[in-house]
């Protein structure tokens, strides 16, 4: 059983659309994170969030942690080409040791022009 | 400053042989973690050390073990390898401080197992 659920797995849109992506679990992280990883090269971080219902903003990104910490979302506007990518979430469970990150599945986007 | 960097980029084995994945941390970080990728899957949590020592550890069996030099650069080993640890290979250095640690990922290591 996958300890925090992204959905959707694929997801594949025209330039311009908006998007979100869910990332659920029934445990409460102390901190949570999101990443994005091209072909070929490890993860970057995108944002961490470490209050509950904190909403942060990184360009057309918007970032929400769960007012309870257990869920979060990701919000893209008007996405771009180069906004393709796998997106992962990743959280820290409340009394883990630094860098235990626990990771969702992913979800892989496409935009096409 | 430089990154995190992984060596090899790629490696092919056979089953039952060991491997040994080499991690540079990023200058002044005090804290290295190993992450296995399978294809479509996200990063599943190895272990960790701190300071040369293990310091947590995720559902891997021991013939996963690693090592932390004074320099903080790390390794992975692999004994007696099955077709199912192809995979990538990640490393990730942090600075451990206060309540929240931002993790550096290296490119990481693709291992094929035959």
């Known amino acids: 059983t996958q300890l925090l659920e992204q959905s959707p797995q694929f997801l594949s849109i025209q330039e311009g659309e908006n998007l979100t992506v869910y990332c659920n679990s029934s445990s409460v992280f102390s901190s949570l994170q999101w990443y994005r990883q091209e072909p070929g090269e490890g993860p970057v971080l995108l944002v961490t969030?470490?209050?509950?219902?904190e909403v942060k903003k990184l360009k057309r990104l918007t970032f929400q942690f769960g007012d309870a910490r257990k869920d979060s979302s990701l919000h893209i506007t008007a996405a771009q080409t180069g906004d393709t990518g796998l997106y992962l979430c990743?959280?820290?469970?409340?009394?883990?040791?630094?860098?235990?990150?626990?990771f969702g599945q992913g979800t892989i986007l496409t935009v096409h022009p | 400053e430089t990154g995190v960097t992984q060596s090899p980029t790629h490696l092919i084995k056979t089953r039952g042989q060991q491997v040994t994945l080499r991690c540079s941390s990023q200058s002044g970080h005090n804290t290295v973690s190993w992450y296995q990728q399978a294809l479509g899957q996200g990063p599943q949590f190895i272990f960790q050390y701190y300071r040369e020592e293990e310091n947590g550890r995720g559902n891997f069996p021991p013939r996963f073990s690693g090592l932390q030099f004074p320099n903080y650069s790390s390794e992975l080993n692999v004994n007696a390898l099955e077709l199912d640890d192809s995979a990538l290979y990640l490393c990730?250095?942090?600075?451990?401080?206060?309540?929240?640690?931002?993790?550096?990922f290296g490119p990481g290591t693709r291992l094929t197992v035959l």
């Open positions: 990743a959280g820290r469970k409340a009394g883990t040791s630094y860098g235990k990150l626990t």
């Open positions: 990730a250095s942090s600075l451990a401080e206060g309540t929240t640690d931002t993790q550096y």
């Open positions: 969030v470490v209050t509950g219902g």
